[in-house]
């Protein structure tokens, strides 16, 4: 069957939203996205997050595949794995530092190297 | 019955607060002029209420249960959220809340066939804490923030954000004391693409054209060109924020919104436009 046209589309019941590209690829069960909402309410597992970031990925039950691109700082990875893009720039502010978050910002330089150089 | 004064639509990139001075100063001028602009539309209307609506960025509701709608009840609200504050640049603030509208919209929102969750209380970041301190910095008009989701799919489509803008107009008009002045602000767009590839590009192209349609003044036009994968392209998951923009054109149907200013900063990573429709 061919994709069907959005004429037909309008005549379903379910909510059509985009196929592909990049939010197409959130996986809404991927852990590092329960990890990365709830740790900022709490500025003590922030601080956490960057001394014993082994121990906050395990209570999180991240995969391995998870934790080898937090390590690596793989942001692109993450991505691929069912991250939320817009929750991975909070990762990168998380790990590197919130303020002044600028185009030349450590945090939004380490983004650039992943997501955006890599392509 | 109350009266819908004023609506009107705007970006709320953190950079506007937050490295503000990164932008080159003659963008930075154009950009506070149309704020201005805004502002002095808003005080002219005189609202005894705003309602602002924009999206939650996956602040108050995860990536598995983000609701089409929500709308706080809380008597004060308080931002920003701890951890946006030295982001946005922007100090501790409060500002009255509006229960008994609040409560209204969900009410009526429900009944006309709309998913609207109540919450006790809604954490804010740049999606109201911007408009805030450039709209009304007094922080004193009772304000119902309303969070939509525009950020994780299947997200509510253009076609029934229209609708919930005429839903919006009606609960004003039919369902509010007589005195009652309420204003209508959507934040959010343009186009921006947070944490993705194109994270430090604009798509002036794209920004330019959606302004160009909603200053036709034909909710069928826009509807029939700003889809969900036109938003897409121009950046995921941020330039679909507008969706809040269509929410706010059904609350004045077909009529041509008025452009007070845009530009693309990429220095905020964001395009950045004001409209108003009234």
Redesign the interface.
Known sequence: MGPLDRGAVRGSYLRRDVQDGLLAKVDKTARINRLIFEVRYDPHQIARLQTDTEAVMEEYGLSEAERACVRARDFKGLIELGAHPYLISQLSRLLYGTANNRNTSVAAEMLRRSVVASG | MGELVGVYAASHA??LT??FD?AEEAQRERVLASYRALRGRLEQARPTALVMIAND???NF???DVPDFAVSLAAVHEGP????E??L?VPPYRVPGHPPLARTIVREGTRAGIQIRPMDRLRFDDNFSVPLTLLTPAMQVPLVPITMNT???????PELCYEVGGVLRRIIEEHTPAEERVALIATGGLSH????????AVDEQWDRWFLELLAEGSPELVLREVT??SM??AG???TSEVLAWIVAMGAVGRRPAQVLGYEPV??W?CGMGVVAWT
Do not use: T
């Open positions: 953190p950079g937050g490295w990164d960025h996956l602040l995860p990536v598995d959220e701890p951890w946006f030295a982001w640049n950020i994780m799919p299947p997200r509510p489509e693409e947070p944490g993705g590839p194109k994270y430090f969900l994968e897409e392209r995921a998951g941020g990429v220095a990573r």
